[in-house]
């Protein structure tokens, strides 16, 4: 059983960064597809960026040349370096194994989410 437990959120405004980190605090996704979600208030969650064991990334258009995801197996740590926020990018942001952008691996339980919100 693999318990994640998202952290980093908080309050930037638009044009500042973030960095989000991803923990198992129980479990290993050593060899599953990671990926980090959001919701906003009314949405749907969404993937926005995954990278594979290999390496592989992949990002939704959205964030595309601002976000950038990283996997350290060893600590099972996936991290998401935000850059350039935009108000838009406000949501609950969520790791979980990727499902969308041409994955489907079987998602693990949600953990908490950490909160981003930029303000104009």
């Known amino acids: 059983q693999v318990h994640l437990v998202e952290s980093g959120g908080g309050w930037v405004q638009a044009g500042g960064s973030l960095r989000l980190s991803c923990a198992a605090s129980t479990g290993t996704f050593r060899n599953t597809v990671m990926g980090w979600y959001r919701q906003a208030p009314g949405k749907q969650r969404e993937l926005v960026a995954g990278v594979s064991s290999s390496g592989a990334r992949r990002y939704a258009n959205s964030v595309r040349g601002r976000f950038t995801i990283s996997r350290d197996d060893a600590n099972n740590v996936v991290e998401l370096q935000m850059n350039n926020l935009r108000t838009e990018d406000t949501a609950l942001y969520y790791c979980?194994?990727?499902?969308?952008?041409?994955?489907?691996?079987?998602?693990?339980?949600w953990g908490q989410g950490t909160q981003v919100t930029v303000s104009a």
């Open positions: 979980n194994a990727a499902r969308g952008l041409g994955w489907g691996a079987e998602r693990f339980s």
